[in-house]
């Protein structure tokens, strides 16, 4: 089938308007109409007719009205916010953005595990005060990196990290699929994971089972010297742990893109260390965002017309 009517939701990611999303899903889909809806009104007059519909939410309400609805391509990887249960109802599938951020996420874990192994920060903050004194650094050859979280992200880091000779550890909640690790635990076996770790790589979904999964127990088994990065959610990480072990030399080192909580109050004591380095929630940040968005989306309409399997496919 051919001429489908794709509606684009007025959205920015990154900085970036949807025109940049709209422009690329015409690029790749000639034969199909992609529809920019700039405000409300055109939203609810393109929905009624529309056979695909992406962006942040649809919600039970625009369903109702959607009468041709096939597919909604949620630009997030996370479809918490969304009422599941409604699109079942209605018969509309759901796919999310998975694997959009393998590249832009992975390149910072590993600019990360540098820079806190060459001691950057401290490089910085000695240019800054004029300060020519030497220090010690490590190497991530020969190094043991445990990878919190076995998706897309995670993945996309041990495949990285192999062309810097580091040995791999996964931590996963399905220990049972393997991966590309050398090793592979479930979250049960995050202790054994740790133990030996080098680095400690957070990229997993927050869910019951991770929040405050690294706790103070975790951080105890971490050598001491252990650097800790988190690019997965805040609440994955006990914030107050963390200070407590920062404070008594416990941890090497710590990188956080996300933090508990975010934004991170300017009177927080995480910032006040200089071996901690933060970012705000930008490990995600590429230009590339709605190119990779609109690679997902138009093999799935591909997919749509021969009626096979959707790819990220969550209803």
Not at 170 to 183: A, H, I, L, N, Q
Not at 205 to 222: A, H, K, N, P, Q
Not at 307 to 315: Q, Y
């Amino acid at each position: 089938m051919s001429g489908r009517q794709i509606l684009v939701l007025r959205q920015k990611i990154h900085g970036t308007d949807a025109e940049v999303y709209r422009d690329e899903l015409a690029e790749r889909l000639p034969d199909d109409e992609v529809r920019l809806a700039r405000t409300p009104a055109e939203e609810q007059e393109i929905l009624r007719t529309a056979d695909v519909v992406t962006g942040l939410a649809v919600s039970p309400g625009d369903l109702e009205r959607a009468g041709n609805l096939e597919l909604f391509a949620c630009v997030f990887a996370g479809t918490d916010h969304l009422e599941l249960d409604a699109f079942e109802e209605h018969g509309v599938a759901v796919t999310n953005a998975s694997g959009v951020h393998r590249a832009n996420m992975s390149e910072y874990v590993i600019g990360a595990m540098v820079a806190l192994a060459r001691q950057f920060p401290r490089a910085w903050r000695q240019k800054e005060s004029r300060t020519w004194q030497s220090y010690p650094v490590r190497e991530l050859q020969d190094s043991t990196a445990a990878i919190v979280g076995m998706g897309a992200i995670g993945q996309a880091v041990v495949t990285r990290l192999a062309a810097f000779g580091v040995d791999t550890v996964g931590v996963r909640y399905s220990p049972e699929k393997g991966g590309p690790t050398d090793e592979t635990y479930g979250f049960d076996g995050v202790h054994e994971a740790v133990a030996d770790a080098d680095f400690v790589i957070v990229a997993c979904r927050l869910t019951d089972e991770t929040e405050g999964l690294i706790d103070g127990d975790v951080l105890m088994t971490m050598p001491a010297d252990a650097f800790l990065i988190n690019v997965a959610r805040g609440p994955v990480v006990d914030s107050d742990a963390l200070v407590d072990a920062l404070r008594t030399n416990d941890v090497g080192g710590v990188t956080l893109d996300v933090t508990d909580p975010e934004p991170l109050p300017a009177d927080h004591p995480l910032w006040t260390f200089e071996n901690v380095m933060i970012t705000p929630h930008n490990a995600g940040n590429t230009p590339e965002y709605f190119a990779r968005r609109a690679d997902i989306l138009a093999g799935n309409v591909a997919a749509l017309d021969a009626d096979d399997d959707l790819t990220n496919r969550v209803v």
